[in-house]
């Protein structure tokens, strides 16, 4: 599966499950301390928003703060589903993974980026699913590529204080429980927790 591929997919999964959000759910905690449910999805949105000026060449100078603040108004479903749709066909331009993107880490090749947004998606997904008590199984195809790409980014994220402590899971733990250790997550999270 290509990086495309699992882009889109992970994008799919996130808005999915946003739209299972519920009206009184918004304010609910998440495996992300400093994050209830609409401030992370705010946060998910603000890198949708970021995707498509950097793939079109623009500097974080060029951006400036225009993306601030919140970003999901009175509608934070719709909201969600835009900025995915606009980050999606940034991406999907042709010849867009082929660019270096100027991130604020400096010069980065576009696929490396895309990568990067994946893994956001990804766990960002799964935060918002044990949030709200819904299915928290991740697409398997995304779990294994995912794995794979963080394998060698694990300690450079950890050193940038981008993901928590490795979590302890269990020996026998499934591919996805290793992944979200990795990232810093509890797979045995409950709302209830402060995990």
Request: glycine share 8%; charged share 25%.
């Amino acid at each position: 599966m290509d990086i495309l591929d699992l882009y889109g997919r992970s994008l799919d999964d996130f808005v999915a499950r946003v739209r299972a959000v519920g009206d009184a759910q918004w304010a609910a905690p998440t495996p992300c301390a400093d994050w209830d449910v609409r401030q992370l999805v705010n946060h998910v949105v603000y890198e949708d928003r970021w995707t498509v000026p950097l793939f079109a060449g623009q500097t974080i100078a060029d951006v400036g703060d225009r993306f601030e603040g919140d970003l999901l108004g009175a509608d934070p479903v719709a909201s969600a589903a835009e900025a995915a749709d606009a980050a999606r066909a940034a991406v999907a331009e042709p010849g867009a993974l082929d660019r270096t993107v100027q991130l604020s880490f400096g010069p980065t090749p576009a696929t490396e980026y895309a990568m990067q947004l994946f893994a956001d998606h990804v766990v960002h997904g799964w935060d918002v699913a044990v949030a709200i008590g819904a299915d928290p199984a991740l697409d398997p195809d995304c779990v294994r590529a995912l794995a794979g790409w963080f394998a060698e980014r694990e300690d450079g994220y950890r050193q940038a204080g981008a993901v928590g402590p490795r979590a302890d899971v269990p020996p026998g733990a499934s591919e996805q429980d290793r992944l979200l250790a990795a990232f810093g997550r509890s797979p045995s999270w409950q709302p209830s927790t402060t995990g």
